[in-house]
């Protein structure tokens, strides 16, 4: 029932794909970011320079996502072309993935070790979907 409840959550994400196995995230470049001005993006837990403005996407329409995870953890994940300062651990996964047909690796702070999400991967297309609360920009006090 547990993967159940993951799955429907995934869906609604992701509704306006439909349902077609050819169906996936739409990825484009998005030159402003809504929420925040961000100047250099760091990680918050040692200030590592991660990734900048410029690498700023959205998927699915979105840059920021708000996904639940299968222990019922929810992250507010931003999504980035590219994170210089992330180092990519572990073996892909397809399994659960919250972008379709996308398989994720973990994504870490390179200096500190940190989680600070996943990178997406689908034959050409990749993005790293990174948890908001562990960044900060250089402006952030
Ligand atoms: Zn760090």
């Known amino acids: 029932m547990k993967k159940n409840k993951h799955q429907n959550k995934q869906s609604l994400n992701l509704s306006s794909s439909g349902e077609k196995p050819s169906a996936g995230a739409r990825i484009k470049t998005e030159k402003k970011f809504g929420l925040k001005k961000w100047n250099i993006i760091l990680c918050k837990n040692c200030g590592n320079a991660i990734t900048s403005p410029e690498t700023i996407i959205s998927v699915n329409d979105k840059h ?42 973990l994504s870490i702070c390179s200096n500190c070790l940190i989680h600070l999400g996943w990178y997406y991967q689908r034959k050409n297309e990749t993005f790293f979907g990174l948890i908001v609360d562990r960044l900060m920009d250089t402006k952030s006090p």
Do not use: M, V, Y
């Open 64 to 105: 920021i996502h708000t996904l639940t995870n299968l222990e019922d953890i929810t992250f507010d994940i931003g999504c980035f072309s590219s994170a210089n300062g992330s180092t990519i651990f572990g073996d892909s996964s397809p399994e659960f993935t919250w972008f379709k047909g996308f398989t994720w690796n």
